[in-house]
């Protein structure tokens, strides 16, 4: 369950990555999964472009997400260690463009793997982390995500360290 969990991981991270860059909606300045970004990486990483790929993604995302929700949550771009390391050796096998081949795909997939929500701008608080709910999570944030993107507002879904809180 763990190893399904963190390919879903993976792939809504791509997903969300995608939508968010600059040439989609602008929610960060990057283009790491943009088609031309394969010249500049693979010289330098030609075993790995796909890994390169999804954490440069990763890392322009996480740096917003930390802004406004703070590094004491955790969001989809940060998670515990266990998540972070499971869902990056996954990164490296999925086929990215099949998962982003255009903004429609990015969104449809998203509707798939998320539960409908309401669309809230900013952050957004889900509750407590515990490794046992981050299925629900999961649906949760890529509803959040994909109402978000429909509406055009940015928000950004969290959840509360159980250990900070106490």
């Known amino acids: 369950m763990k190893q399904d969990l963190a390919a879903v991981i993976a792939e809504i991270r791509l997903l969300v990555g995608y939508l968010g860059e600059k040439a989609q909606f602008g ?39 930390d802004e406004l929700v703070g590094k004491g949550s955790f969001h989809l771009y940060r998670l515990p260690d266990m998540w972070e390391r499971s869902s990056a050796d996954f990164a490296n096998n ?27 701008e900013g952050p957004v608080n889900l509750g407590e982390f515990s490794d046992e709910a981050v299925d629900r999570f999961l649906t949760d944030v890529a509803g959040h995500y994909l109402r978000a993107f429909e509406s055009d507002i940015r928000t950004y879904p969290y959840l509360r360290d159980r250990e900070r809180v106490a």
């Open 27 to 65: 929610w960060w300045q990057s283009s790491f999964l943009s088609p031309q970004i394969d010249a500049f990486l693979s010289p330098v990483f030609p075993r790995t472009t796909q890994l390169a790929k999804y954490r440069g993604v990763c890392a322009a995302a996480q740096i917003v997400h």
């Open 94 to 120: 999925l086929d990215i463009v099949s998962h982003i081949s255009s903004v429609d795909t990015a969104l449809d997939r998203l509707r798939e793997l998320g539960r409908p929500s309401e669309s809230c």
